[in-house]
């Protein structure tokens, strides 16, 4: 902290990823002159594909509905036990597909409608778009790129409002945003609401 906090003073100039952590720099460190420069993603990588193609492609074709959570996964940081609760309140033939590292323990503990993989780089574009929700229940993040990349591919998104969600979602745009982090409930509400209504997705 005492780092951080000396850079900030003495840096000519400061640099945050989003508005949030804008905030939370000036909160903790005194630094009221850190701009927001976001994270960019290549847009015309990542973007909407043909559902049933990417469905195909990724292995998912016998299933009505995939949800989607991306990341390293962790219970304290990641939300890995919202996840859980989302699997629980799923309708038959959907899945949930955890996609990067799971650790032993947690894979474990894992439901019967959820499967964990890892895909290639070049084949997260046809994942992204072969899901119906895309749920990221991180309890902090600097930005939220999975968040942003799943929107680029077409895919609604669920967020706790760290990080960059609250700009990337907005007000019952793209997705739903879940204010408070404590709030599992309602995160699991908000996904299950968006799998139940295609036409709101």
Excluded: W
């Excluded at 990341?71 to 990067?100: Q, T, W, Y």
């Amino acid at each position: 902290l005492r780092f951080e906090k000396n850079a900030c003073k003495n840096a000519d100039a400061v640099a945050s990823l989003c508005r949030k952590q804008t905030e939370e720099m000036e909160k903790h460190y005194g630094c009221g002159r850190a701009r927001p420069i976001n994270c960019g993603i290549d847009t015309k990588f990542f973007s909407p594909k043909k559902k049933n193609v990417s469905k195909a492609k990724m292995g998912l074709e016998d299933y009505n509905t995939v949800v989607l959570a991306c990341g390293r996964m962790s219970v304290a940081h990641k939300g890995f036990e919202v996840l859980l609760e989302i699997a629980d309140s799923l309708p038959k033939g959907a899945v949930l597909v955890v996609n990067g590292k799971v650790q032993e323990n947690l894979k474990q503990t894992m439901k019967k409608n959820m499967i964990a993989t890892t895909t290639k780089k070049e084949d997260l574009p046809y994942l992204y778009s072969a899901a119906d929700v895309f749920v990221h229940p991180s309890r902090y993040e600097g930005f939220g790129l999975a968040t942003c990349e799943a929107m680029a591919c077409g895919t609604p998104a669920v967020a706790y409002d760290t990080g960059a969600a609250g700009e990337l979602i907005g007000k019952n745009l793209g997705g739903a945003l879940v204010s408070d982090v404590r709030d599992t409930g309602g995160f699991v509400v908000a996904a299950i609401k968006l799998v139940n209504d295609g036409d709101l997705a």
